[in-house]
């Protein structure tokens, strides 16, 4: 806060304020109003309950399989295979990038099959995976890994290739070999293009490894909703895909906080 | 005057009663299944050889892949005959769903699946798999429970005399045994057949011969669908049933003769070799009859496994009225 | 005064800064082959400032950055200070249009960027450039973005970035064509007194013929493409201690735009 604020100033802000407190609540409004409409919905009957589940009955499952203790077994084995997969993906994709702008041979040999890898819809390799590297975590987390891998690869490179070739001649022009314009001024350049290519691949990953739970799987949330599926406990198949929608929102508002550090402190 | 008006009017009548005249009307049914195997012979055999045209129905096959995803698309209305294991059925009911779904004709009384091992085994007992690793399919789901049915009827604990994976989805089963998983796995027709043709298994013990009986796929639909056509349900049944009795009096190659246009890519001689396996083991009813004891031992299994709190009432979710009209009409 | 130099004629010969001989370069695309430059000859002497102005598209640019080692001639040879350019020399600082200072890095750190690039962080260097950055009036914005300083301020700063590595020759391509007029002239008196204070050796490529005649000592016209030099002028004025601002004032003035200004190929 300033000293000597105008009081026009001093409107201004509260103005502003006034603005962002109402979009909060219009927020939790909306979402306060989606839950009360589904369980009076389905309490009336108009939706069928059995199918479509109801937040009274997932709370009441997700209290079950907390008491039952596997409710962390489930989330754990999940998260954790998204998070590798997701690092995983993330580090090579940015990796393979960085090749690629090294070689512009390489490059220029890749891309078409780039181009084409990125079309083939990955998930459909799954069953494929499953038999090469065996039924387990290491299949999924593959499946997770491919699915965000090549959208990275491409979407980096891109934006190396959009740095402003006027910061790299600068560079040139003192001297900078190959690998000094790459850490002097692509990398930091394209840390936004990079920021973004994380942010999607949480959401990519996190339906790599739903989909690998989905062909083999003893624990996860993916497993619960098969399973849930196969028995017809629809709750919890819903129940599942909650948790999984809110720790999908987490993850991604954790590393869009994580930029935002490295960037202040850079 | 008036003999022509009177003749025109009776010559518009007959033909508006022509077209009725004649052409038959087919009622067209969606029917889900919940694979496509030659475990369901006499099914393709009443498509094939038109009992269900004689019977006025006009089928429309769906492969659902996975009996949930047949219970699914009768509840939704996308289908209105499912046919896959009744303990949909049974778990639909006990969930409480008010329009549950009722079985009406039963197809197959055993196990359908085979234990594939990597070698040859031809004095296989149940003792051998101690201490090895089975791919016994997903929880919840039949195939495994009969499996750890018979391993507990043969003295063998499942999870502590011998494991079993239940991770692998069903139609990746046998891709993950190829891989190079397990020891042994459970397959169905025609996989485990060919899979002893590709030199990649060999077929050392049947399901079927080991559980005993135990209704395994039947056909239902949804007790509002039922009530509204009852005659649609008895057509279907009635087709069924002449299916049964001409599989009875036919030989293995006739079968597969009958069934080859409903798997083009499975050779003929493929085909006799599956039929006569299953006809041995005495696989298909003879009719839809869903018997009190079958259903109830199918219960017994699902209990063992514990995926059923308490039973569900026979007379409820079973019934033999078409099956038995149909076997009274059709001698 | 550059150590290197010979004794010819009875007299001493100093080794000239910049030696450009026959320079051509053509580009070549899958379209054929298009001309840019055509037989640049000229030299600069140790601290002169010189301008180059030309029509659009003769070329300048092209030359300068072949000055700079950053593009190889199809023919000819530059040296400096005797010694065949092979490739990009740290006695030659390159200042570019635009100041292209990185917004991800402060002032500080962007000014250093150079020493960093040729492995000279050495603490005399940084008290060197702690010594530019207050003579110049940007030490109390060390810690600041690029983008909170004024146009003016950022051209400083990447002089003093160019100034930093300790280059004996300057090349200003169009270094000031992104600034508005006003900040432009001031910008213009600013850099020409840091650059005569540093004793440095200037060429300038510009198309305002005003900011040439008003810096320069010896002004080269190029011809339309493909450029060669055309024309070569010195630039005197009679006054003492001359800065871009006064120079524009005097008499001179007025006749040296014109006699450049019919001497440069411009179509409309």
């Known amino acids: 806060m300033y000293k000597n604020e105008s009081p026009e100033q001093k409107k201004y802000l509260l103005k502003l304020r006034a603005k962002k407190r109402l979009i909060a609540f219009l927020r939790l409004m909306l979402l306060v109003l989606i839950f009360a409409s589904w369980e009076a919905v389905t309490r009336l009957n108009w939706l069928d309950p059995f199918i479509f589940s109801s937040p009274t009955r997932i709370l009441n499952t997700f209290i079950r399989i907390y008491k039952e203790g596997s409710l962390f077994t489930h989330v754990f084995t999940t998260l954790w295979e998204t998070v590798v997969g997701f690092l995983l993906g993330t580090i090579f994709g940015i990796i393979i990038a960085i090749i690629l702008w090294l070689s512009e041979t390489c490059s220029k040999v890749l891309e078409p099959y780039l181009v084409v890898a990125n079309a083939l819809p990955k998930i459909a390799l799954g069953p494929v995976f499953i038999v090469w590297m065996g039924a387990g975590p290491v299949a999924i987390i593959t499946v997770a890994v491919t699915v965000s891998l090549i959208v990275t690869v491409l979407e980096v490179y891109t934006g190396f290739l959009e740095t402003d070739s006027e910061k790299i001649r600068l560079v040139q022009s003192f001297g900078a070999n190959r690998k000094q314009v790459l850490t002097k001024v692509v990398l930091p350049s394209s840390f936004p293009v990079m920021m973004n290519a994380l942010k999607v691949n949480v959401g990519m990953s996190w339906v790599g490894v739903i989909v690998g739970e989905f062909l083999v799987s003893k624990a996860g949330l993916g497993y619960l909703i098969v399973y849930g599926g196969q028995v017809f406990q629809l709750d919890l198949v819903m129940t599942s895909v909650l948790i999984l929608s809110v720790l999908a929102a987490l993850m991604y508002f954790g590393v869009q906080l994580i930029g935002k550090w490295i960037s202040a402190r850079y | 005057m008036k003999m022509m008006r009177f003749l025109l009017l009776f010559s518009l009548i007959v033909l508006l009663l022509l077209p009725g005249c004649g052409t038959k009307e087919f009622k067209e049914i969606t029917l889900n299944e919940v694979t496509h195997s030659i475990f369901y012979a006499p099914q393709y055999v009443a498509i094939n050889k038109g009992f269900f045209e004689e019977e006025g129905l006009k089928i429309t096959l769906v492969n659902g892949a996975g009996a949930d995803k047949v219970m699914t698309a009768v509840l939704s209305g996308q289908a209105d005959i499912g046919f896959s294991g009744p303990e949909a059925c049974i778990y639909v009911y006990n969930e409480g769903k008010e329009d549950y779904a009722v079985v009406f004709a039963q197809l197959t009384k055993r196990d359908g699946s085979f234990l594939v091992a990597r070698e040859p085994m031809p004095d296989f007992k149940w003792e051998d798999v101690r201490g090895k690793f089975i791919i016994g399919g997903r929880k919840g789901g039949v195939p495994l429970m009969t499996l750890e049915y018979v391993l507990k009827q043969n003295n063998i604990i499942p999870g502590k005399d011998v494991e079993i994976d239940t991770s692998v989805q069903f139609a990746l089963m046998g891709g993950a045994f190829l891989s190079g998983m397990g020891d042994f796995v459970t397959l169905f027709e025609p996989v485990a057949s060919s899979f002893e043709k590709e030199g990649n298994g060999y077929i050392v013990a049947s399901m079927g011969e080991a559980s005993g009986e135990i209704p395994y796929t039947a056909y239902y639909a949804k007790k509002s669908y039922i009530e509204k056509n009852p005659g649609i349900i008895q057509s279907f049944t009635n087709a069924i049933y002449k299916a049964q009795q001409w599989i009875e009096k036919s030989s293995d190659r006739e079968v597969a003769e009958a069934i080859a246009e409903s798997f083009p890519d499975t050779d003929l001689d493929l085909l006799e070799t599956v039929v006569k396996r299953y006809k041995s083991q005495d696989t298909w009813n003879k009719n839809p009859v869903m018997k009190e004891e079958a259903f109830n031992r199918l219960q017994e299994v699902m209990k063992e496994a514990g995926e059923l709190a308490q039973f569900a009432p026979y007379d409820k979710l079973v019934d033999n009225s078409f099956a038995e009209k149909a076997i009274e009409k059709i001698k | 005064m550059h150590i290197l130099s010979m004794y010819v004629n009875g007299g001493i010969w100093l080794v000239p800064a910049v030696t450009v001989e026959n320079i051509s370069k053509r580009y070549h695309t899958v379209d054929g082959e298009i001309p840019a430059l055509e037989n640049v000859s000229f030299e600069v002497s140790e601290g002169e400032f010189v301008g180059i102005v030309g029509p659009s598209g003769c070329g300048k640019s092209t030359l300068l950055s072949i000055i700079a080692g950053l593009i190889k001639p199809s023919s000819g040879q530059v040296s400096i200070f005797g010694e065949k350019l092979t490739g990009v020399n740290p006695k030659i600082g390159y200042m570019l249009q635009r100041d292209s200072l990185f917004e991800w890095r402060t002032i500080y750190k962007n000014v250093i960027l150079g020493l960093e690039i040729q492995n000279q962080v050495t603490p005399d260097r940084l008290q060197h450039v702690e010594h530019l950055l207050e003579k110049y009036g940007l030490s109390n914005f060390k810690n600041h973005r690029p983008s909170q300083l004024s146009g003016g301020m950022r051209q400083r700063a990447a002089l003093i970035r160019t100034l930093a590595v300790n280059p004996d020759i300057l090349l200003l391509d169009e270094a000031f064509s992104a600034l508005d007029y006003q900040t432009r002239l001031a910008v213009n008196d600013d850099?020409?007194?840091?650059?005569?204070?540093?004793?440095?050796?200037?060429?300038?490529?510009?198309?305002?013929?005003?900011?040439?005649?008003?810096?320069?000592?010896?002004?080269?016209?190029?011809?339309?493409?493909?450029?060669?030099?055309?024309?070569?002028?010195?630039?005197?004025?009679?006054?003492?201690?001359?800065?871009?601002?006064?120079s524009r004032e005097a008499p001179e003035f007025r006749q040296y735009f014109n006699k450049i200004w019919k001497e440069l190929d411009v179509h409309v």
């Open chain 3, 191 to 246: 850099i020409y007194k840091i650059i005569k204070k540093e004793g440095k050796t200037a060429i300038m490529v510009t198309h305002d013929i005003s900011e040439a005649i008003s810096m320069s000592e010896r002004l080269y016209v190029m011809s339309k493409r493909p450029g060669t030099i055309k024309m070569s002028i010195e630039i005197k004025f009679d006054m003492e201690n001359r800065t871009p601002i006064s």
